[in-house]
Antibody
Framework: QLQLQESGPGLVKPSETLSLTCTVS??????????WGWIRQPPGKGLEWIGS???????YYNPSLKSRVTISVDTSKNQFSLKLSSVTAADTAVYYC???????????????WGQGTTVTVSS | SYVLTQPPSVSVAPGQTARITCGGN??????VHWYQQKPGQAPVLVVY???DRPSGIPERFSGSNSGNTATLTISRVEAGDEADYYC??????????FGTGTKVTVL
């Protein structure tokens, strides 16, 4: 059974870079037809997609965050990572990683999610 | 950017039917997915591609999509269905877009 697990610092200082890793177990990140993504949820608010990556390195980023986001993949470790630069208090959120199936028509629902990790931006 | 609008809240009595709408420009031309999120938990996909259910999701959850509105219908509502629900689509310009979310309260 495929599982995703987020890891990284729970506290980041303002203006610094937030770095998180999602480890995939029970399956291969190199499986064709899947994108691997990051989604966040500020306290008491809705879901916001951050970006997604294919095992080949092809990426999509949320246009509103694109200037600060980098997502990378390490197939040898079965992991993908998120870096969000110049963080502020507004970046405080629960960060989730998730898998999405896609084909030539569209990208489908996110069918497997990590449990989420809370990141607080504060000095 | 593509925007999906949901009602903030829906209330329903046990055993009745809850309908949650998701409005977007010509959303009927897109594939819509729905998630259930309970407090302190990660979202769970309950409907994908407008009306399909992942394995393990009860038949009480169904979806439809036409014109400018997609709808998630929960039949024979149970106390355990109380949660936040989000719609989501793929848009060629905005990519992955989530709706604003709807809190379902079981009276």
């Amino acid at each position: 059974q495929l599982q995703l697990q987020e890891s990284g610092p729970g506290l980041v200082k303002p203006s610094e870079t937030l770095s998180l890793t999602c480890t995939v177990s029970g399956g291969s990140i190199s499986s064709s037809s899947y994108y691997w993504g990051w989604i966040r949820q500020p306290p008491g608010k809705g879901l916001e997609w951050i970006g997604s990556i294919y095992y080949s390195g092809s990426t999509y980023y949320n246009p509103s965050l694109k200037s600060r986001v980098t997502i990378s993949v390490d197939t040898s470790k079965n992991q993908f990572s998120l870096k969000l630069s110049s963080v502020t208090a507004a970046d405080t959120a629960v960060y989730y990683c998730a898998r999405t199936y896609y084909d030539i028509l569209t990208h489908y629902g996110m069918d497997v999610w990590g449990q989420g990790t809370t990141v607080t931006v504060s000095s | 950017s593509y925007v999906l609008t949901q009602p903030p809240s829906v209330s329903v009595a046990p055993g009745q039917t809850a309908r949650i709408t998701c409005g977007g420009n010509n959303i009927g031309s897109k594939s819509v997915h729905w998630y259930q999120q309970k407090p302190g938990q990660a979202p769970v996909l309950v409907v994908y591609d407008d009306s399909d259910r992942p394995s393990g999701i009860p038949e009480r959850f169904s979806g439809s999509n036409s014109g400018n509105t997609a709808t998630l219908t929960i039949s024979r509502v149970e106390a355990g269905d109380e949660a936040d629900y989000y719609c989501q689509v793929w848009d060629s310009s905005s990519f992955y877009v989530f709706g604003t979310g709807t809190k379902v309260t079981v009276l």
